[in-house]
């Protein structure tokens, strides 16, 4: 029988102020925890709830970069850590309670709120094929953290959201929405790979950019997405412009980013470009 050592981590060591690469380390439903693992000639392979996890060097060290869903309840967790050549190890932290406010809006089609069993379908169908886009798990030794903001406008609705649709409970908001004219550019916040362009029911033309070990960036209700399915992309090109297709209230992107199969707060990542919140 595998013997398995357990280290216990300080969570509020200053790893996120080491460097503007890493992004910023929050251990609440929804955000990013940075965990320094133990010393290694290579990269440990580390796995959190069975999910393959991102895993960067900075300064000299290990870092375990790993998002937390937002149904995860508060309390001790841990990293399932192995080592060439060592035993297998895990690393403890902790996850914090955060309550996210609630939003009600209004949408006129009421289909758009309860769909038709056609549609549901559809819908089931669209949604399988996004979760295992979002799964694929790529390497990539250096991916890049520091983001830029994909379009120029206010914050119109915040990641985490309670959302209610006519009055009806919803999924919590899975990321933020930036409020832009129609037609507006859209860029790609880091260096990636084009993994997905579709037209859904719910997210209307959607792009999805791979970003390595995990790391997606996902742009919801385009007009028109102007890459392809495997094309290289560089931080700050255009990739689509601003739409109101799909779901949604008017001109907007609605911007996922998702690590480890969970979306988590595009600010972790904007630590050198914040977004103007509109009141």
């Known amino acids: 029988m595998k013997r398995t050592a357990v280290i216990l981590i300080a969570l509020f060591c200053p790893v996120a102020a080491m460097s503007a690469d890493l992004?910023?380390?929050e251990p609440v439903p929804g955000g990013v925890v940075i965990i320094a693992l133990p010393?290694?000639?290579k990269a440990p392979v580390v796995?959190?709830?069975?999910r393959r996890i991102m895993v960067v060097r900075n300064a000299h060290h290990w870092y375990a970069i790993t998002g937390i869903?937002?149904?995860?309840?508060?309390g001790e967790k841990?990293?399932?850590?192995?080592i060439a050549n060592a035993p297998p190890l895990q690393v403890k932290f902790s996850v914090l309670p955060k309550q996210y406010p609630e939003q009600r809006l209004t949408i006129k089609n009421p289909q758009l709120v309860n769909p038709t069993t056609v549609q549901l379908i559809r819908i089931e169908r669209e949604q399988a094929h996004l979760r295992h886009v979002l799964d694929t798990w790529k390497p990539d030794a250096n991916p890049d953290l520091d983001f830029i903001v994909p379009a120029q406008g206010p914050e119109t609705s915040g990641f985490g959201l309670r959302r209610f649709l006519n009055g009806e409970a919803r999924s919590p908001h899975s990321g933020i929405?930036?409020?832009?004219p129609l037609g507006s550019p859209v860029r790609a916040p880091a260096a990636g790979v084009v993994a997905d362009v579709g037209d859904y029911y719910f997210c209307g033309h959607t792009l999805t950019i791979d970003l390595g070990q995990g790391l997606y960036s996902v742009y919801c209700h385009l007009s028109?997405?102007?890459?392809?399915?495997?094309q290289r992309v560089?931080?700050?090109e255009v990739v689509g412009n601003i739409g109101a297709s799909g779901r949604t209230t008017g001109p907007n992107l609605h911007w996922t980013v998702s690590l480890n199969g969970t979306p988590v707060d595009p600010h972790a990542f904007l630590i050198n470009a914040p977004v103007t919140i509109q009141k």
Do not use: Y
């Not at 841990?78 to 192995?82: A, N, T």
């Not at 028109?224 to 495997?230: H, L, Q, S, Y």
């Open 69 to 74: 869903p937002l149904d995860t309840s508060a």
């Open 177 to 180: 929405d930036l409020g832009a």
């Open 78 to 82: 841990s990293l399932d850590i192995k």
């Open 234 to 236: 560089k931080q700050g």
């Open 47 to 50: 796995h959190f709830d069975s």
């Open 39 to 41: 010393a290694a000639s």
């Open 224 to 230: 028109k997405v102007t890459v392809k399915r495997g």
């Open 23 to 25: 992004p910023k380390n």
